[in-house]
């Protein structure tokens, strides 16, 4: 049984975010994320830029810590889609040398926030995991001060071994040090360090299962 046009509107709006995400070198299906080290502050947060080297489209994206939960944090990642602002939330434990997914909400604008743990769980999404610490495979190449829209920071600089990225780490910037990736396909840089950061996840999230019910449809 196909879904109404809202479900559809709620599918394409996941997709979108999950394609920009996967801009930044993670797989699709899951949660934004991004390769650096796990570096969780309660209230920090940063915004990059995401320039493609194909000519693509250019690509903003906010992620900031906006709370905790047992040994996990909740990391809220703000985008914007053809439909206005888009928010998701997603708590991430370190679990050894792995950050997991334990849960994750996502809301559209004008409408409520919809748990999408179980639907990703049925779908062999939550169980994506990235690497806490990027530089467990990387080459140390020093440390160096780079400049970017969010000031200048004393950085260390780290190549990939597995396809020679470049990173750039500051303990300054929050949740993955991150300032500044120079991939293959694309670069990421810093344009803001998030302070005070707050959750924009606002209502009681209804799951994915029990909005379908409601609409008399069944997920798929």
Request: include cysteine.
């Amino acid at each position: 049984m196909k879904f109404n046009r809202i479900a559809v509107l709620a599918i394409v709006a996941v997709g979108l975010t999950y394609y920009a995400a996967a801009q930044m070198g993670m797989g699709m299906a899951r949660p934004p994320s991004i390769a650096g080290v796990f570096n969780p502050e309660v209230g920090s947060g940063a915004a990059y830029l995401m320039d493609r080297k194909d000519g693509g489209q250019k690509t903003s994206v906010e992620m900031s810590v906006v709370g905790k939960e047992g040994p996990g944090y909740w990391i809220e990642y703000t985008m914007q889609s053809p439909h206005g602002t888009v928010y998701m939330k997603s708590l991430l434990a370190r679990e050894a040398d792995n950050v997991v997914i334990q849960h994750t909400i996502f809301q559209m604008p004008g409408r409520p926030p919809m748990d999408m743990t179980s639907m990703m769980k049925m779908h062999g999404m939550q169980s994506e995991e990235s690497k806490a610490d990027m530089r467990a495979n990387a080459e140390n190449l020093g440390n160096e001060t780079i400049t970017t829209p969010a000031g200048t920071f004393s950085c260390e600089h780290w190549r990939s071994k597995k396809d020679g990225s470049e990173y750039w780490l500051s303990d300054k910037v929050s949740p993955w040090k991150l300032v500044k990736m120079n991939g293959k396909d694309q670069t990421m840089t810093l344009t803001k360090v998030i302070t005070d950061a707050k959750s924009h996840i606002t209502g009681t999230p209804v799951s994915m299962e029990d909005m379908m019910k409601g609409m008399g449809q069944r997920p798929q």
